[in-house]
Structures are given as C-alpha cells and as structure tokens.
C-alpha cells in the first residue's frame, strides 16, 4: 500500500470514528436534552400518546391525567388544585406550557427519559399501554392543609422542612389559582384566564414562597447575626451592648428606634440574647456595625443567602448584597435595608439552628416511581453548610425557646411543647409591614421547621405583628405535623 493510501485510510477512519462518537454522544449522552427540547415536535407528538404520571403525596395523587376525547388524549386533572398550585403548577400540551412539578420534571411524567424510553419499548412490545413516571413527593398533606386554611385572605407563604434532612412538607402561596382552568384544551379559555391572572393587583401566579418580589426579612434576620457574631469567636449570647432608646445610624444623622420606643429592659446595657427575646432593634444593629458586611455575609451565605437551589423548582435567591457600608450594614442588624428572602430561606436558618448548626439541602421529590410502584429514582439527603457550631445552635435554641415562652413571638406558644422562634415586622418602602415567623419544634428534637411570611400588612394596616398574625399560623402549622 502507498504511502498516499495509507494516510487516505486513516484519514476516512478518523472521519468514521469522528462520526460514530457524535452519534453516540447524540444519541445517548445528548439524549434527554433533545427530548425536552420544545422545538423537538416529534417527541411532542409522541408524548400526547402516553398518559403522563401522577405526582403523589403519600398514597395520593394531587396530579393525575384523565383520557379526552381529542388529538391529546389526555387531560391533566388537580385535586385541591389551589393549595397545591405552587407545588404541581400546571401542565397545557395545547399551548406547550407547564411550570411547578410538572415542568421541572416534565421528562419523567411524560416518560420521555432517554432510560424511560427502554421500559417503554418493552411495554409496547408486549401490548400494554404507555404511561410515564410517576413521583412521590415529600409533602405532608395535614401540614399543607394548616398552612393553606391559616393563610385564607392573606397574600403570603408558608415552608415547612424536616430539619435533618431538608424535606420540604409544605409550601404554600395565597391567593392561589385554579389550575385546572389553566390545564383545559381550549386555548382561548386557557388564554383568557392567564391574562386575567396576571392582571390581578395581588399577583397569585406568584410562588411566594420560594419568589415573587422577595421582601425583607425584618427581625427574623436578627437569628443570622447572632450566628454570625457566635461564629466570631468575639461574642456569647451574654456579651453585653449599649442600650439607648435611640440610636443614630453610624457616619448619618438618621435614628433609628426599637418597637417599643423605649431601651431594651432596663438598664444602660442589653444582651444578644435579650436583644433576641425582646427582638429589639437597637443592640442588633449596634452588633451588625461592630461585626461588619463580611462577616454576617459569610454567615448568612453558610444558611443559604446568595445561593440558587433547585428543589427541584428554581428559587429565587435571597439577597445578603457585598460591600454594604457601615449604616447599610447595621439596617441589616434587626434585617432591613438592602437584605431581602424568601420563606424557604427562613425556613433553612430555623432548621439549621434546629439540625445543631448543618444546613440541609431542601428538597421536594423523595422518589419517581413505575406504575408497578418500583423505585424508577430515589432521592436523597444532601448536606449544604455547616452555618454555626452545635454547641451555639444549642445555646441560640434556648433563647429562641425564651422568645417564644416569654418574649416577642408568644403567638407560636403550644402546649406542652417547647417552640423555638422568632418574629419580625418588617418595614418595606411605603408599603404596610411585611409580617415574618420562623422558627422550629419541639426544641430538643425538632420534628419541624417553618417560616411565614405575610404581605401588605395581613390587611391591617401598619398595626399587623409578626407575632399577632404570622406566629399564629405557623402554631397551626407545627400542630399539625405533630398530630396535635
């Protein structure tokens, strides 16, 4: 053979082998991405053949799909279809659009995975009907059911996790939204009722427990400040503060006061953990400007803040902004100025501090599953940060537990269980106070963390408390995952 032939021959063998790996890499590495690809019609087709599968909670479906009588086949149908709107969302083959559980895990419900695919071959050779994956969530219906019938008339949001493994067991968005009206085959109907959704003034199509306009996190935030000065090294919750009745923000002429007008108890100095008990405003933003931007950063970042999860919903994230100045830095004591979060970031510094400092990644979805009940996927718990030693969450659940036995946040008291938490009334723009809880029970083996938020002043004006309205719903809330 010439040299010429040679250098031909491995040439064409190159090409070849160049071929045979893009195929490969299409076919198999690249295979569920071109499946999910909306501009994929024929997948699109192909789906409209399978019944999609259930989301479940517990034995229950709150997602199901019901045969039609047109090209689709199929129809989504929810069950409680408001409450459990933030959790599903809707699925629409006439429009191509779905959001919730059902976008997020569009792959598996609609059995188009390129594994999936393989049973689905099998199944058709074997004369049986197509359906898709089904996926078992990890919500606990009694809980969701409190938080829904808690938020009635009010726009906010409620996250409750299991706080040693990050298991979300509920999440809930007021006013909600019907989405059967959006999961109906005629387009108009569809159409009209998303605009007209979108044009209501309190904005129902937002999930405000994991987005929307986030707000700030007021007192609430002050739990991340202790951490952070526990974290220091330089402070116990003991260390004392001065304690005026007014305090001017550092390098401004701007004062700012506590709630009650007055100094925090009596004295010329206050604690941490009295600032905490009481929820006073002045010492934690005194705490805030001695501990500097960087340093509550770095804390509040080992919580969550800055960080984008996917649940697997996309959250947005929570906001601790960087080179905050000295007056900026010490609104965001007692969690004002430029800090904003969510629910489920709340949620996650109330079950840190409740799992002994180890932050958890939340999650929402504990398995997909076949139609025979076979475990398709299961999913597992997932460390995120170590936020604060054991021994201080040890030492911060105490006062969190005062708080509520004695001091700011009474409205989550239960009988015959020791509740740990703190409240927050949060000033936003020209807007009534954003209404805040979170915190976690029973103290010593917390079972349940939970946050609420409530907007617009739970409809009371500038009067409306993190305590009077907020704490009250998360009681709700805790009793029910405690049976109780």
């Not at 895990?105 to 188009?112: I, R, V």
């Not at 009940?373 to 105490?398: C, I």
């Not at 009474?410 to 807007?431: F, H």
């Amino acid at each position: 053979m010439t040299k010429e032939l040679r250098r031909l021959s491995f040439v064409i063998l190159a090409m070849f082998l160049s071929l045979f790996l893009a195929t490969s890499w299409i076919q198999v590495m690249d295979a569920d991405n071109l499946a999910q690809n909306p501009a994929n019609t024929r997948t699109r087709l192909d789906s409209y053949q399978i019944q999609r599968g259930s989301i479940l909670v517990g034995d229950s479906a709150i997602a199901s799909s019901a045969p039609t009588d047109d090209k689709y086949q199929y129809q989504r149908v929810y069950t409680d279809a408001a409450m459990w709107a933030p959790v599903t969302g809707y699925f629409n083959p006439v429009l191509q659009s779905s959001t919730g559980i059902e976008s997020a895990l569009n792959a598996e419900l609609s059995g188009t995975t390129s594994n999936s695919l393989v049973a689905e071959i099998e199944r058709i050779l074997s004369g049986q009907p197509q359906q898709g994956l089904s996926v078992k969530l990890t919500m606990n219906a009694n809980a969701q059911r409190a938080a829904w019938d808690a938020l009635q008339g009010l726009q906010g949001a409620v996250v409750a996790i299991e706080p040693s493994t990050g298991r979300i067991l509920a999440m809930a968005s007021t006013p909600g939204f019907d989405t059967n009206k959006l999961a109906v085959h005629d387009a108009k109907a569809v159409n009209t009722e998303h605009d007209a959704l979108v044009a209501d003034p309190t904005k129902p199509l937002y999930n405000r427990a994991i987005a929307g306009n986030l707000n700030p996190p007021g007192s609430t935030f002050k739990l991340v400040v202790a951490s952070a000065a526990l974290n220091s090294g330089k402070y116990t919750l003991d260390s004392t503060l001065p304690n005026p009745a007014r305090y001017t923000l550092p390098g401004t002429s701007t004062q700012i006061s506590n709630a009650s007008g007055t100094t925090c108890g009596e004295g010329e100095t206050t604690t941490i953990a009295q600032a905490i008990i009481r929820s006073c405003n002045i010492p934690m933003a005194e705490l805030a400007a001695e501990l500097g931007d960087k340093a509550i950063r770095e804390t509040a970042e080992k919580y969550g803040f800055n960080s984008e999860f996917a649940i697997p919903l996309k959250a947005t994230p929570s906001k601790y902004p960087e080179g905050l100045n000295d007056p900026q830095t010490a609104l965001t004591g007692f969690g004002q100025g430029q800090v904003t979060a969510t629910p489920l970031q709340m949620a996650m510094v109330a079950a840190g501090i409740a799992n002994g400092g180890a932050v958890m990644k939340p999650r929402m979805v504990d398995a997909v599953i076949r139609d025979d009940f076979s475990v398709y996927k299961q999913y597992t718990d997932e460390a995120f940060d170590q936020a604060m030693p054991a021994d201080q969450a040890k030492a911060l659940t105490s006062v969190m537990v005062q708080g509520v036995s004695s001091g700011a946040a009474t409205g989550a008291r239960i009988d015959g269980v020791d509740v740990a938490g703190k409240t927050g009334t949060a000033q936003n723009g020209s807007n009534p106070y954003t209404l805040w809880f979170t915190g976690f029970a029973p103290a010593e083996n917390p079972k349940v963390a939970v946050a609420v938020v409530v907007e617009d002043g739970g409809g009371r004006g500038q009067s409306g408390s993190g305590n009077g309205i907020a704490a009250p719903i998360a009681k709700k809330v805790i009793e029910a995952v405690l049976g109780r």
